[in-house]
């Protein structure tokens, strides 16, 4: 029998129930907090030659100096070109999709003039180097290669600096090949929480950034917090989550294999099911039972629905909506005979999968929109990675001798109240003298 507990909105305390499943404490402790410490100040005071011998020490390889921990370009063309053909044309239709959607979020800059000829407006400009830390070794993930590197080009990064640990020296050759199609600048094979820092602050070597995105492990997580302010980061990220809203009219097992697909992530990660049909949650865990051993990763979903997953029976789906926005999933699918209007009453949720045929891999990989999302409920205020997180903007102010007057005479009032008689002396000086 499946282990994932089953919940009922009609239970006396729900509510409880709910938090205490959705509680998630990304703090690292104290131990973690301090091996980062250490490892960013050696970067910050002794740059590549402390990355050298944390690379040895924590990636079981030697570089006989800096210059070798940067993979040059021509090895990036080398795996696009010896990856098989059916990878090379997975990743190139992922990265055209995720570009062509990218394309839609370019800001403009814009501006306005007032009768009195003073103009206001706003100035986008893109960043001008940013970091993107790829996990390495066994652990392939082109798809992260392209979700935060084309946003960036097509935001107009100059240069994208790409970190990857190799453990043992291994290159993974589709992360190579996507920093290659994603049109990466630079490619350093270093990892964990050095990396961050030499792209925080920089070495002899390693190009100081203006912001670092991408995901890792807590060390990487922990770093990016330590050094925020010092450069962006994109967010904190907790496990990976999925909410499904479910009528009751969609096969079980694909519901099933929906929940296991973020189970198979980590054994934190969150799966969820809402529904109003006590008998097709039913059938959903019966799925659960039947597909669960066919899992190649079936001891991490199963550790994963046992304690942080749910099948939770709801009055309607009004309910579902309200227990949804609660939740403020990562991914949320409706699958749902209108799943649009169901959308429309969705205020927080990182991404909205909508219909039977839509399931949240394809998210994932191809579909276009990013895959880095908010989580741990963040989706009530954040957003997803986009071309906006790799531009910024400056307002533009114009005065006119006319709006300069009537701006001045209101500052002054205002600076004067305020006791900063410099400002209103700064202002007072673009009076009118012909008004006086």
Not at 201 to 206: A, D, I, L, M, P
Not at 321 to 341: C, K, Y
Not at 359 to 382: I, K, Q, W
């Amino acid at each position: 029998m499946s282990e994932i507990r089953k919940l009922s909105t009609n239970d006396p305390d729900f509510r409880q129930q709910l938090d205490a499943l959705l509680a998630w404490e990304s703090v690292s402790d104290s131990g973690v907090n301090d091996t980062v410490n250490q490892i960013i100040g050696a970067i910050r005071s002794e740059g590549d030659t402390a990355l050298v011998e944390f690379t040895g020490r924590f990636d079981r390889w030697q570089a006989t100096d800096a210059g070798d921990l940067e993979i040059p370009l021509t090895r990036l063309r080398q795996a696009w070109d010896s990856i098989p053909d059916a990878q090379r044309e997975a990743l190139e239709r992922s990265a055209n999709r995720i570009q062509a959607y990218a394309e839609h979020q370019i800001m403009d800059s814009w501006s306005y003039v007032e009768p009195d000829g003073t103009l206001l407006g706003q100035q986008v400009t893109s960043l001008d180097r940013v970091g993107l830390y790829v996990p390495g070794g066994k652990a392939a993930y082109p798809s992260s290669v392209l979700m935060n590197a084309i946003p960036a080009k097509v935001a107009g990064v100059a240069e994208l600096i790409m970190v990857v640990p190799t453990p043992g020296g291994e290159l993974n050759e589709l992360v190579l090949a996507a920093a290659h199609v994603s049109g990466v600048d630079r490619v350093f094979a270093i990892g964990g929480a050095q990396a961050v820092a030499a792209l925080a602050y920089g070495t002899q070597s390693v190009p100081p950034v203006d912001k670092i995105v991408g995901p890792g492990n807590i060390y990487v997580a922990t770093a990016k917090r330590a050094v925020f302010g010092q450069v962006g980061i994109d967010m904190v990220a907790g496990p990976s989550e999925i909410l499904i809203i479910c009528d009751g009219e969609t096969d079980p097992d694909w519901i099933a294999m929906d929940l296991f697909s973020q189970a198979e992530h980590d054994e934190d990660a969150q799966s969820i099911l809402l529904c109003p049909d006590a008998a097709y949650l039913q059938q959903v865990s019966d799925s659960i039972d039947r597909l669960l051993p066919t899992m190649e990763r079936q001891e991490i979903i199963a550790t994963a629905l046992r304690a942080r997953g749910a099948l939770i029976r709801v009055r309607d789906m009004d309910e579902a909506v309200e227990v949804a926005n609660r939740i403020a999933p990562e991914h949320l699918e409706l699958s749902v005979a209108d799943p649009q209007a169901l959308a429309e009453e969705i205020r927080h949720a990182g991404a909205i999968f909508m219909g039977r045929y839509t399931a949240e891999a394809m998210g994932d990989y191809c579909a276009g929109p990013n895959h880095v999302l908010p989580t741990s409920r963040t989706a009530r205020f954040s957003s997803p990675l986009g071309v906006y997180d790799f531009q910024k903007r400056s307002s533009l102010i114009m005065a006119s001798a006319e709006g300069a007057d009537s701006l001045a005479r209101t500052s002054s009032v205002m600076a004067r109240g305020e006791g900063l008689t410099a400002h209103a002396r700064s202002a007072e000086y673009r009076f009118r003298q012909d008004r006086e």
